[in-house]
T-cell receptor
Framework: EAGVAQSPRYKIIEKRQSVAFWCNPISGHATLYWYQQILGQGPKLLIQFQNNGVVDDSQLPKDRFSAERLKGVDSTLKIQPAKLEDSAVYLC?????????????FGPGTRLTVT | GENVEQHPSTLSVQEGDSAVIKCTYSDSASNYFPWYKQELGKRPQLIIDIRSNVGEKKDQRIAVTLNKTAKHFSLHITETQPEDSAVYFCAASKADKLIFGTGTRLQVFP
């Protein structure tokens, strides 16, 4: 099966600019996650979708980050305006089963550098 | 909320030796414990997982053990090979939300 797709793979922006990331999960996977992975750390969950509804966005900095999954398939994550500390790899993952019963498959990530 | 601690942060072993990475978690309701391997610049990939109703699971050279009472779980890699060199992350999950440890950089020297 095709894996989780993400684009772009790399992005360099200046602080206060905006940026958007796109994710297409594995076909049929109802649950989609966005993680932020800062260099040298483990992935940190930003937001979790079940179909097109938000399950958990408690760690999402909502003053600058937003995410949507309008049709319950692909998703976009936006940062506006970006700060230096947003430099990280943004990973998208998907899972076929809810309730902690399914393996999460990760995409290749988008490496964001904010200068 | 859940907190996952992982040790050691770096681990160097000789090829053929065993490697052990340990994690502790705080939320006794966590019920799913995967381990991910992440090579430099690549995505995390699941290598083994264990659920709270099982104490040990093996898959060829890797095994995971879980002690629910003590709230800790460990990854064991036997007969290490240079291609095992990577960063390994443990995670704990409750209700489909993964909390990751801080990672262990494993280096296997030939």
């Amino acid at each position: 099966e095709a894996g989780v797709a993400q684009s772009p793979r790399y992005k360099i922006i200046e602080k206060r600019q905006s940026v958007a990331f796109w994710c297409n999960p594995i076909s049929g996977h109802a649950t989609l996650y966005w993680y932020q992975q800062i260099l040298g750390q483990g992935p940190k969950l930003l937001i979790q979708f079940q179909n097109n509804g938000v399950v958990d966005d408690s760690q999402l900095p909502k003053d600058r980050f937003s995410a949507e999954r309008l049709k319950g398939v692909d998703s976009t994550l936006k940062i506006q305006p970006a700060k230096l500390e947003d430099s990280a790899v943004y990973l998208c993952a998907s899972s076929s089963l809810a309730g902690g019963r399914g393996e999460q498959y990760f995409g290749p990530g988008t490496r964001l550098t904010v200068t | 909320g859940e907190n996952v601690e992982q040790h050691p942060s770096t681990l160097s072993v000789q090829e053929g030796d065993s490697a052990v990475i340990k994690c502790t978690y705080s939320d006794s309701a966590s019920n799913y414990f995967p381990w991910y391997k992440q090579e430099l610049g690549k995505r995390p990939q699941l290598i083994i997982d264990i659920r709270s109703n099982v104490g040990e699971k093996k898959d060829q050279r890797i095994a995971v053990t879980l002690n629910k009472t003590a709230k800790h779980f460990s990854l064991h890699i036997t007969e290490t090979q240079p291609e095992d060199s990577a960063v390994y992350f443990c995670a704990a999950s409750k209700a489909d939300k993964l909390i990751f440890g801080t990672g262990t950089r494993l280096q296997v020297f030939p």
